[in-house]
């Protein structure tokens, strides 16, 4: 297989078994090796004719493709099939090398599948450009992050997919499409890798700026309906800010969950100051650097939003959702979410003295770490999957949303709690979903059915349409997109 690379950013592969036909057997892990399966096989395509020839033989053979980007994924959606799962093989595909980058007029970029973050963005730096926004992280293959709804936060900024101007797609049969505003193109901007594999996108690139971002941390009121009115009225203040904040802590004397609200928000604001650049080398993100502080930093928009590889600090296990829902509603979800979270804190006191597990490692009981919430906030789309569609608001409605991102993180790699923790985070749509239209982020833990997608994605059915399309055979799902996306057709594959 040419083009691989022995080293694949945060994701790894093992070599572990060479089957009868000759393909290498690979076991694939996501960023925080919480996520894992065996595939046949490891693909990674010297060029686009190279990818094209390989889906070409392998559609007779109905052979599950799976692109995995640089593994950067949090929740079922990551999922890749398991060799033996079925009765077809599995393949994982990386574009690595699909680099190619032209700048056009008006600021036009298009470029190749196999563009990082990390890289894309001082790429464009040196050419005098940047994005229009990110989310908190500079690591994501691009394409995987935009079209899986990855954002950032500001009332006036979108998600990144609606940057796309326009993408090269190759369906299951390694037929090229062209897709752009003129063909489907609010369809396939987030396609969560269900219709087919895109080798290239075409985004609306802006000149450099610069941005001024100030941190300050208040303490909130006690009272846990105060304080979110409080959140919501800090957040209207500001176009883009982010706050981090209230936190449970788990008090191994009382052996409860215990509230801090204690807030730290982050706001940033545009600048003409063009002097040192500091943001970049003094970033609070990701149980990184010293964050609970005031302070305030300048440098370029992406190098003052989003922070790079060496300055992610945490890497362990993660139960994680993040859900999003009018802003309007932001107080009372709020709330009852928190109240919710500090509720279940008895479902964890059995996890809290595994004295065999601990006493290998000097500790003399297992403490559960802080349960995080942030709030961001994003502007309202018209992309057909996107979480933040517009298309089924109440009439006075602002088409601003808010979200709520919260993180159980165990104190050690554990998967029996981190098992728990996915299950108190799949209890909260069925209890406050319809309540205030709240839809799941698709790179993070979802656990809702059909019924729920089509309720918060109006054109579901539209978009199953195009599914089918770009994939007759079912080589592009696994379980969790046919269960919650309700791809019936393809049940049959994992019964």
């Given amino acids: 297989m040419r083009g691989l690379k022995s080293s694949l950013s945060a994701a790894f592969l093992s070599l572990v078994a060479l089957n009868g036909s000759g393909a290498q057997a690979y076991r694939w892990f996501n960023w925080q090796v919480d996520i894992t399966c065996d595939a046949t096989g490891f693909f990674v395509p010297a060029n686009e004719s190279e990818l094209i020839e390989f889906v070409q033989y392998h559609h007779p ?20 099939v398991n060799d033996g799962q079925t009765d077809r093989e599995s393949y994982i595909l990386s574009l690595t090398n699909l680099k190619h980058l032209d700048i056009h007029d008006n600021n036009t970029v298009t470029f ?9 963005i001082p790429t464009l730096h040196d050419k005098g450009l940047q994005v229009h926004n990110l989310g908190s992280e500079m690591v ?18 979108q998600n990144l997919a609606t940057q796309i101007l326009g993408m090269r797609v190759l369906d299951a049969k390694g037929n090229v499409h062209v897709i752009d505003k003129d063909n489907n193109l609010d369809a396939f901007r987030v396609a969560i890798g269900a219709l087919g594999l895109i080798t290239e996108v075409t985004l609306q690139a802006e000149p450099l700026s610069y941005l001024k971002r100030t941190s300050k941390v208040v303490e909130g009121s006690k009272n846990i309906t105060k304080l979110y009115e409080e959140i ?3 957040g209207s203040k500001y176009e883009q800010i982010n706050i981090n904040g209230p936190n449970l802590v788990w008090n191994s004397s009382s052996q409860k969950l215990e509230p801090s609200t204690s807030l730290t928000f982050v706001y940033w604001e545009e600048t003409d100051y063009k002097g040192a650049t500091n943001c970049s080398v003094n970033f609070c993100s990701n149980d990184c650097g010293p964050c609970n502080r005031d302070y305030i930093c300048y440098d370029y928009k992406m190098n003052g939003i989003a922070t790079t590889p060496p300055g992610i600090c945490y890497r362990g296990f993660m139960g994680q959702f993040e859900h999003f829902f009018p802003i309007e509603n932001l107080a009372e979800a709020g709330t009852d979410y928190f109240n919710y979270a500090i509720s279940q804190g008895d479902r964890l006191i059995s996890y809290q003295e595994i004295n065999d597990v601990m006493a290998e490692q000097n500790m003399a009981r297992y403490e559960s770490d802080d349960v995080t919430v942030i709030t961001r906030f994003v502007k309202g789309d018209d992309t057909w999957l996107s979480p933040v569609n517009k298309y089924n608001l109440q009439p006075n409605a602002s088409g601003i949303f808010a979200t709520l991102e919260y993180s159980w993180m165990p104190s050690y790699n554990n998967y029996t709690l981190q098992w728990l923790y996915q299950d108190l985070a799949s209890e909260f749509i069925p209890k406050f979903g319809e309540t205030y239209d709240v839809r799941p982020h698709w790179n993070k833990m979802q656990f809702h059915n059909e019924t729920y997608t089509s309720t918060i994605f109006p054109k579901m059915n539209d978009w199953l349409d195009i ?7 079912c080589q592009f799902v696994n379980p969790f997109m046919i269960n919650a996306l309700g791809i019936d057709r393809c049940q049959s594959l994992f019964q």
């Fill in 232 to 234: 919501a009225e800090i």
């Fill in 61 to 80: 053979l109905k052979t599950h493709l799976r692109p995995v980007g640089n593994g950067h994924g949090f929740g079922n959606l990551t999922t890749c």
């Fill in 140 to 157: 994501q293959n691009y394409i995987g992050a935009a079209t899986t709804g990855t954002h950032g936060t500001g009332k006036e900024n």
């Fill in 467 to 473: 599914q089918e399309e770009m994939d007759p055979n």
């Fill in 112 to 120: 190749g599948g196999g563009w990082d973050l990390v890289d894309l």
